[in-house]
């Protein structure tokens, strides 16, 4: 099983290792492949839903070409300049909390999460239609096992760490750059002389449709494509939420990235969509209108009798699907990261925060798969209906980004900068942008599906509230028994002086995380039950490198440093109380694999040691309790006496309401 692992997921790396963060950050064409994928391979399903939406006005594409890309512009401009004012990472998650609040912040990331589950569906749904476009209409049967088996390879890819994902994906990234660059240019240039007629006649049915529908229906259809098109922006945010893995200097390399993924998707949606309007493709049953568009650019190619546009074709939507598979990279990078950042506030379980021996946040990865998995099964894999759902949560992340950052500039900003104005009319134009994209889906689309993202996030709100709640009721608990125990006097005997603890004599090893109240209930409890017997105390404790502290090397020597100084602290006590005490500790992000190693090896030291360890006892224990808390006291308690260590387990009674 080990080699199994081994072969699957690669060897483990060291958290302490302090070029582990060199190895481990992306360069800004790296992470523009890894994170900026995401946003590139949008132009796979943006623009298609945006032209499909003007069936009978295609004219508008002229217009909506050039709106969407400038578009792409303001927003990737505007998190930019976000980047800078959070140099530490500028996910909607972080920014809404500190710039609008923590309630606003929960709304944020919660609307993330579900899109980062979207983005890994709705990426591996159009990349298999983009696959299946050149194949038999009688083979549709098999997209969904498809869409599994895809989503199944790329959990295991990411659970093997992000650098070695992203490298894999690197020539599939680049042949989409070359195919869809050579289909734009060419498709445009081709057809250049047409231009002028084609200017002339958008204005000439503009004015026809004016006269016939009114210019408030024509503003109203031409905003409905504007914001059906809305997935064609939905990756932009990725760079600013995926700062952590970039290489320092960070914020520069975060706007490097931004920029190429501004220019990159810019040029393919817009020349994608104005493509269509000057080749007058028309949507195909069982096709994309990016292959519809391939077949009337390349189709007819031949040279000495071979179909090399045919060929030409079926690479272009080759390596289109596989982008579309690279970019699904976003919501495994940048959905269990969010998970971890609300996992440090509290707002879900602890365990979303906890880093695997890859250093990746594992149970982020999972929980992302797997949901995608479900919607995808759901949906039955309908790249139309996912997009709308999409579109909605990013774009309620992106509004309370840019009012955030607008009331920032309005407020305290106009005080740091003088070039308050310039930045608050960036972010509120791009706030604009946002809300009326959000809007008009909405109410589009409500009845056809909305309805469900709504719910669905709405849902995960409430359930964060829950979560939060009860975490602060776990934290007022503990806050008693810290208050309490922390001001328990020393005994009257006399102080014990710092000394080594005798190999030969009975020796407490008791588990401990921080100095407080819980690790000083346990050792009051070891000297009740077991009266005089126990002269010595050996306190342990394993600093866990989790997704909080993994952000670069100066995290990791402060965890060792506050990991060190909480044990001498517990030493001080027991030294107080007439005991002699020493420590050790371990530094990893396995607390069961770190625990087991360090115990063995004081168990050869001091043979006649037995290892405590304190775990919170609920009156009412709920099956919810086993998911918010990871009963780490019992894994750690099977482990040790599976190795043939004595181990017991302290309860430390919680009164829940």
Request: proline fraction near 4%.
């Given at each position: 099983?080990?080699?199994?692992?081994?072969?699957?997921?690669?060897?483990p790396?060291?958290?302490?290792d302090?070029?582990?963060f060199?190895?481990l950050?992306?360069?800004?064409?790296?992470a523009?492949?890894?994170?900026?994928a995401?946003?590139?391979?949008?132009?796979?399903?943006?623009?298609?839903?945006?032209y499909?939406?003007?069936?009978?006005?295609?004219y508008l594409?002229?217009?909506?070409?050039?709106?969407?890309?400038?578009?792409?512009?303001?927003?990737?401009?505007?998190?930019?300049?976000?980047?800078e004012?959070?140099?530490?990472?500028?996910?909607?998650?972080?920014?809404?909390?500190?710039?609008?609040?923590?309630?606003?912040?929960?709304?944020?990331?919660s609307?993330?999460?579900?899109?980062?589950?979207?983005?890994?569906?709705v990426?591996?749904?159009s990349?298999?239609d983009?696959l299946f476009?050149?194949?038999?209409?009688?083979?549709?049967?098999?997209?969904v096992?498809?869409?599994?088996?895809?989503?199944?390879v790329?959990?295991?890819l990411?659970?093997?760490?992000?650098?070695e994902?992203?490298?894999?994906?690197?020539?599939?990234?680049l042949?989409?750059?070359?195919?869809?660059?050579?289909l734009?240019?060419?498709?445009l240039?081709?057809?250049?002389?047409?231009?002028?007629?084609?200017?002339?006649?958008?204005?000439?049915e503009?004015?026809?449709?004016?006269?016939?529908?009114?210019?408030?229906v024509?503003?109203?259809?031409?905003?409905?494509?504007?914001?059906?098109?809305?997935?064609?922006?939905?990756?932009i945010?990725?760079?600013?939420?995926?700062?952590?893995?970039?290489?320092?200097?960070?914020?520069?390399?975060?706007k490097?990235?931004m920029?190429?993924?501004?220019?990159?998707?810019?040029?393919?949606?817009?020349?994608?969509?104005?493509?269509?309007?000057?080749?007058?493709?028309?949507?195909?049953?069982?096709?994309?209108?990016?292959?519809?568009?391939?077949?009337?650019?390349?189709g007819?190619?031949?040279?000495?009798?071979?179909?090399?546009?045919?060929?030409?074709v079926?690479?272009?939507?080759?390596?289109?699907?596989?982008?579309?598979?690279?970019?699904?990279?976003?919501?495994?990078?940048d959905?269990?990261?969010?998970?971890?950042?609300?996992?440090?506030?509290?707002?879900v379980?602890?365990?979303?925060?906890?880093l695997?021996?890859?250093?990746?946040?594992?149970?982020?990865?999972?929980i992302?798969?797997?949901?995608?998995?479900?919607?995808?099964?759901?949906?039955?894999?309908?790249?139309?209906?996912?997009?709308?759902?999409?579109?909605?949560?990013?774009?309620?992340?992106?509004?309370?980004?840019q009012?955030?950052?607008?009331?920032?500039?309005?407020?305290e900003?106009r005080?740091?900068s003088g070039?308050?104005?310039?930045?608050?009319?960036?972010?509120?134009?791009?706030?604009?942008?946002?809300?009326?994209?959000l809007?008009?889906?909405?109410f589009?689309?409500?009845?056809?599906g909305?309805?469900?993202?709504?719910?669905?996030?709405?849902?995960?709100i409430?359930?964060?509230?829950l979560?939060?709640?009860?975490?602060?009721?776990?934290?007022?608990?503990?806050?008693?028994?810290?208050?309490?125990l922390?001001?328990v006097?020393?005994?009257?005997?006399?102080?014990?002086?710092?000394?080594?603890?005798?190999?030969?004599?009975?020796?407490?090893?008791?588990?401990?995380?921080?100095y407080?109240g819980?690790?000083?209930?346990?050792?009051?409890?070891?000297?009740?039950?077991?009266?005089?017997y126990?002269?010595?105390?050996l306190?342990?404790?394993?600093?866990?490198?989790?997704?909080?502290?993994?952000?670069?090397?100066?995290?990791?020597?402060?965890?060792?440093?506050?990991?060190?100084?909480?044990?001498r602290?517990?030493?001080?006590?027991?030294n107080?109380?007439?005991?002699?005490?020493?420590y050790r500790?371990?530094?990893?992000?396995?607390?069961?694999?770190?625990?087991?190693?360090?115990?063995q090896?004081?168990?050869?030291e001091?043979?006649?040691a037995?290892f405590?360890?304190?775990?919170?006892?609920f009156a009412k224990e709920?099956?919810?309790y086993r998911?918010?808390?990871?009963?780490?006291?019992?894994?750690v308690?099977?482990?040790?006496?599976?190795?043939?260590l004595q181990t017991?387990?302290l309860?430390?009674?919680?009164?829940m309401?």
């Amino acid at each position: 099983m080990p080699s199994l692992k081994r072969l699957l997921f690669g060897r483990p790396k060291d958290p302490s290792d302090p070029e582990v963060f060199h190895k481990l950050s992306l360069a800004a064409f790296l992470a523009w492949v890894g994170m900026g994928a995401d946003g590139l391979s949008s132009s796979c399903y943006g623009p298609d839903e945006a032209y499909r939406a003007l069936q009978g006005h295609e004219y508008l594409a002229f217009y909506l070409a050039l709106l969407m890309a400038l578009t792409v512009a303001v927003i990737a401009y505007a998190y930019s300049l976000l980047i800078e004012h959070f140099p530490s990472g500028g996910g909607g998650y972080l920014v809404s909390t500190k710039l609008l609040g923590a309630k606003a912040g929960v709304v944020s990331g919660s609307a993330l999460v579900v899109d980062y589950m979207l983005t890994i569906t709705v990426s591996v749904a159009s990349g298999v239609d983009a696959l299946f476009s050149f194949l038999p209409l009688s083979w549709d049967i098999y997209k969904v096992p498809a869409d599994l088996t895809i989503l199944l390879v790329l959990i295991l890819l990411n659970l093997r760490g992000v650098k070695e994902s992203v490298k894999v994906l690197l020539p599939i990234f680049l042949l989409f750059l070359a195919t869809h660059v050579g289909l734009i240019l060419y498709g445009l240039t081709s057809h250049l002389w047409a231009l002028p007629a084609v200017v002339r006649q958008a204005h000439t049915e503009m004015a026809r449709d004016s006269a016939s529908l009114g210019w408030l229906v024509l503003l109203m259809l031409f905003l409905r494509a504007y914001s059906l098109g809305g997935g064609t922006y939905t990756g932009i945010e990725a760079v600013s939420n995926g700062v952590t893995i970039l290489k320092e200097p960070r914020v520069p390399t975060a706007k490097r990235t931004m920029l190429y993924m501004a220019v990159s998707l810019a040029f393919t949606a817009g020349g994608i969509l104005f493509s269509y309007l000057l080749w007058q493709a028309k949507p195909a049953a069982g096709k994309t209108m990016n292959a519809v568009l391939l077949e009337k650019v390349f189709g007819a190619w031949q040279w000495s009798g071979h179909p090399v546009g045919t060929w030409l074709v079926v690479l272009t939507l080759l390596s289109e699907g596989a982008l579309l598979f690279v970019g699904a990279q976003a919501g495994f990078i940048d959905g269990p990261r969010v998970l971890a950042n609300m996992a440090v506030d509290s707002w879900v379980p602890h365990r979303f925060a906890q880093l695997s021996d890859r250093l990746v946040i594992k149970n982020g990865i999972l929980i992302m798969g797997a949901s995608a998995a479900i919607l995808m099964l759901y949906t039955r894999g309908s790249v139309r209906f996912l997009v709308v759902l999409y579109a909605i949560n990013v774009f309620v992340t992106f509004s309370l980004s840019q009012l955030g950052m607008s009331r920032f500039w309005l407020g305290e900003g106009r005080h740091k900068s003088g070039r308050w104005v310039w930045h608050l009319v960036v972010h509120g134009v791009a706030l604009l942008f946002c809300v009326a994209i959000l809007t008009i889906t909405i109410f589009e689309k409500f009845h056809e599906g909305a309805w469900l993202t709504v719910v669905i996030t709405t849902s995960l709100i409430s359930l964060c509230l829950l979560v939060q709640r009860h975490y602060a009721e776990i934290r007022r608990e503990i806050g008693k028994l810290d208050s309490i125990l922390a001001e328990v006097p020393a005994s009257s005997s006399t102080p014990k002086a710092a000394s080594e603890l005798d190999p030969a004599q009975p020796v407490a090893a008791l588990l401990v995380s921080g100095y407080g109240g819980l690790g000083i209930h346990s050792v009051l409890s070891i000297q009740r039950l077991f009266p005089g017997y126990y002269k010595n105390i050996l306190f342990i404790s394993v600093g866990v490198v989790d997704s909080g502290h993994f952000k670069g090397a100066d995290e990791v020597v402060t965890l060792h440093r506050e990991t060190e100084e909480s044990l001498r602290r517990y030493v001080a006590f027991a030294n107080g109380l007439g005991l002699t005490a020493g420590y050790r500790f371990a530094i990893g992000t396995d607390v069961l694999e770190e625990t087991e190693r360090l115990c063995q090896e004081i168990q050869r030291e001091y043979p006649r040691a037995v290892f405590f360890l304190g775990k919170l006892i609920f009156a009412k224990e709920k099956l919810y309790y086993r998911i918010l808390h990871n009963d780490t006291a019992y894994a750690v308690q099977r482990r040790l006496q599976f190795g043939g260590l004595q181990t017991v387990v302290l309860p430390i009674r919680m009164i829940m309401n």
